[in-house]
């Protein structure tokens, strides 16, 4: 079975710019978690999608929004980029109450 | 609420050295409790779970046992090689809900 996949892996924008990231996640998981990694701030959790519907949120402004397809695909976008939006994101499918199944993640740098 | 808290890191130990790593949780109810280990550049991978009280997950050398009465999942390897240099996250899942600890870099020197 195919793992979680997520594109680009890397990604170079400009401050004020936006952007889309794209996870797919394992077949037959239809939650998707969005995290944003940092050497300062460690991992933190964006939002979590089920069945096309946002489920939980993390605390983090609404230039980060996401959404999910019926074929449970998920994408997440930022907005109007900032250079403490750098980060690596990654994104984690799973059936619940099981473990969640990470992607390789997708580097963004903000310049 | 919920939430897992984790040794300070970083951790520096020599090869061949025991390892442990600390993780107590605060839940609800009765989590599924998950160690998770990231490589330089990657994601997380799952490393092991527990998923009741007394359960012990084991996966490449690393155990930890799910201690209810102390609300702890401590993580331990008997013999650490320079290949487990990575950072190791503790996690919980209760319900629709997964929480993760602060992650705590360990380096191994030969």
């Known amino acids: 079975k195919a793992g979680v996949t997520q594109t680009p892996r890397y990604l170079i924008k400009t401050r004020g710019q936006q952007v889309t990231l794209s996870c797919s996640p394992i077949s037959g998981h239809r939650s998707v978690s969005w995290y944003q990694q940092t050497p300062g701030q460690g991992l933190q959790f964006l939002f979590e999608?089920?069945?096309?519907?946002?489920?939980n949120k993390g605390n983090f402004p609404g230039r980060f929004s996401g959404r999910q397809f019926s074929n449970s695909r998920s994408e997440m976008n930022v907005s109007t980029l900032e250079l403490g939006d750098s980060a690596l994101y990654l994104c984690a499918s799973r059936v619940a109450p099981n473990e969640q199944f990470f992607g390789p993640g997708t580097r963004l740098t903000v310049l | 609420g919920n939430s897992v808290t984790q040794m300070e890191g970083p951790v520096t130990l020599s090869e061949e050295a025991f390892l442990t790593i600390n993780c107590t949780y605060t839940a609800t109810g009765y989590p599924s409790l998950f160690w998770y280990v990231q490589y330089p550049g990657e994601g997380l991978q799952l490393l092991l779970k527990?998923?009741?009280?007394?359960d012990k997950g084991s996966n490449k050398g690393f155990e930890a046992t799910y201690r209810k009465e102390t609300t702890s999942f401590h993580l331990e390897k008997g013999s650490v090689q320079v290949s487990d240099s990575a950072v190791y996250f503790c996690?919980?899942?209760?319900?629709?809900?997964?929480?993760f600890g602060t992650g705590t870099s360990l380096t191994v020197i030969p």
């Open positions: 527990a998923t009741k009280a007394d």
């Open positions: 996690a919980l899942s209760e319900g629709n809900q997964f929480y």
């Open positions: 999608y089920f069945s096309e519907t946002q489920r």
